[in-house]
C-alpha cells in the first residue's frame, strides 16, 4: 500500500474516532442522579430555609428536565469527624455529586481526597474553604456570599438609621455607643461582617465606641443570655446593636422582651440573613433592618451547578463569579 492510501486510512480512523467521542459525551448525560448533602447542623435556620429551597427547586428541575434526581441530607451535628463519615457513607451509597457545607471550614481535606478518588464533584457551600483548597482538584466548587457585601450594607443600615434620626444618639455625645454580637469564631462571615459593617459607619463619617462584644455562635439562645446580661451592665448607654445573623438579633429582642424594656427605649438592632422570622421582627419594627443572605439564589446557584457537573458533565454555561466560585448578592431589607 502506499503512503497515500495509509494516509487516508489515518484520516478515516480520526474521524470515526471523533464521531465516536461525540457519541460518548452524549452516553455520559445521565437520566438520573442521587446528591449527597451534608450540613453542619441541621438546626441552624438559615441552613434550613437554604435546605428547604434547595429541595423545592431540585423538584422542579427534575420535573422540568425529566432527570430524576434524589437528594439525602445528612447532619454532621457540629463535628468534623462526623461529617467526614457522612461524606464517605453518601460515597458508598452511590452519590453523584455531593454539596458539603463544612463544620470546620480548614478541614476539607478528608472529603476532597474520598470524592476525588471516586471522581465525584463536590459543592462546598455557605462555609467558606480556606483560600487554595478549591485548586486542589478541578471539580470543587464554592457556592457562598461576599462576607464583606453584607457587613457593607450592615454600616448603611445603620448609617442611614442615625443620618435620618439623630434622636437615636440617646445622649446626644456625638457618638454611637454599640454592641456587636457575633458568629462563631473563624467563620468567615463572623470575622469579616464585624470588622466591615463598623468601618463602613466609621467612613461615613459617625463616631463609634464599642461598649461590649459578644459570641452568640449564630444561635438566638446564646444571643439572648449574653445580651440580657450586656443590657443589664449597659442598660440604656446602649444605642445600636449589631448581630452578625437575624437569629442572634432576635435573641437581643428576646432580651429587651423578657427586661420588659419598651420599645422606644430599646437601641437601633439590625440584623443580617432576612430569615422569614427576621423579616416579621423588621416588619413588626422590632429590628430596625436587615441584610437579604439570599438562600434561594444560592439554593438555585447550587442546583444548576450540581445538574451541570452530575448530569451534563459540562459547566460551561454557568456563570462563575471568579475561578469556580459563586458569590450570590445580597440587598437590604429596612422597613421604613
Ligand atoms: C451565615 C448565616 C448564619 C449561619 C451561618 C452558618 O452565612 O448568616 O445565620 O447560618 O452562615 O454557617
Known amino acids: ?43 441552624d435556620t438559615f441552613l434550613a430555609e437554604l435546605m428547604s429551597d434547595f429541595n423545592k427547586l431540585v423538584t422542579r428541575k427534575a420535573d422540568e428536565s425529566g432527570v430524576a434526581i434524589s437528594v439525602e441530607v445528612k447532619n454532621a451535628g457540629w463535628n468534623q469527624s462526623t461529617q467526614n463519615s457522612n461524606a464517605e457513607d453518601m460515597l458508598n451509597d452511590g452519590c453523584d455529586i455531593l454539596c458539603i457545607n ?44 461576599d462576607a464583606g457585601q453584607a457587613g457593607c450594607m450592615q454600616g448603611e443600615i445603620a448609617a442611614e438609621a442615625f443620618r435620618q434620626h439623630p434622636e437615636y444618639d440617646r445622649n446626644a455625645d456625638g457618638e454611637i455607643e454599640y454592641v456587636m454580637i457575633e458568629g462563631e469564631s473563624g467563620h468567615q462571615d463572623a470575622i469579616v461582617r464585624t470588622e466591615v459593617s463598623v468601618s463602613m459607619l466609621v467612613d461615613s463619617g459617625f463616631k463609634v465606641k464599642k461598649l461590649k462584644s459578644a459570641i452568640g455562635n449564630w444561635l438566638r439562645p446564646q444571643a439572648f443570655t449574653k445580651m440580657e446580661q450586656i443590657i443589664a451592665e449597659c442598660g440604656d448607654e446602649i444605642e445600636l446593636v449589631l ?69 451534563l458533565g459540562d459547566v460551561s454555561g454557568i456563570d462563575f463569579t471568579e475561578g469556580r466560585y459563586i458569590r450570590v448578592p445580597h440587598s437590604k431589607i429596612v422597613g421604613e
Not at 474520598?114 to 480556606?130: G, M, S, T, Y
Open 102 to 145: 463544612l463544620v470546620d471550614r480548614t478541614a476539607p481535606t478528608a472529603i476532597i481526597d474520598l470524592a476525588r478518588q471516586k471522581n465525584v464533584p463536590v459543592i462546598f457551600f455557605n462555609r467558606e474553604p480556606v483560600e487554595g483548597d478549591l485548586d486542589r482538584w478541578e471539580h470543587l466548587y464554592y457556592v457562598g456570599t
Open 243 to 311: 448581630a452578625n445573623n437575624d437569629d442572634m438579633a432576635l435573641g437581643a429582642i428576646d432580651a429587651y422582651n423578657s427586661a420588659k424594656i419598651p420599645m422606644e427605649d430599646r437601641p437601633v438592632i439590625i440584623g443580617i440573613d432576612g430569615t422569614d422570622a427576621g423579616v416579621v421582627a423588621v416588619k413588626n419594627k422590632e429590628m430596625y433592618g436587615t441584610v437579604l443572605n439570599d438562600k434561594e439564589g444560592q439554593a438555585e446557584a447550587m442546583v444548576n451547578l450540581v445538574y451541570a457537573e452530575a448530569v
Open 1 to 43: 500500500m502506499g503512503i497515500r492510501v495509509w494516509r487516508r486510512l489515518g484520516l478515516i480512523l480520526l474521524l470515526g474516532a471523533i464521531a465516536l467521542s461525540g457519541c460518548e459525551k452524549k452516553e455520559e448525560e445521565k437520566t438520573s442522579i442521587k446528591v449527597g448533602v451534608s450540613v453542619y447542623d441541621s438546626h
